[in-house]
């Protein structure tokens, strides 16, 4: 089972404000994300278009055990707190979606 997070930086790249933001939501994201069990397998590298244009915008991958955690995860108290420094620089979208059984 995994999430995918997509990010689109929107404004204020290139100010100290997004700096501090950005460190401290990622702070908060990677504490939540593998304190509700998930491991990341890909965060913000090179995409690469193999049939089609490849996202645009910063994606994340992260594995989790079930559905389940990865819920907990991303709509707990922690996370949706953290998220109010990340909404104002940058439009989220994620989703989770079953993995093949092992």
Known sequence: MATIRRLAIRRGAGD???ADGAASTRRVFDH???AGGGTYLA???KNVGIDGEPPKPRTV?????SLEK???TFTGA???EGRKIGDKYAKFRIWAMEGIAK
């Open 32 to 34: 939540d994300c593998t």
């Open 78 to 80: 922690a996370y949706r």
């Open 43 to 45: 965060r913000g590298g």
């Open 16 to 18: 100290a404000a997004f």
């Open 61 to 65: 991958i992260i594995a989790f055990d």
């Open 70 to 72: 990865a819920q907990a």
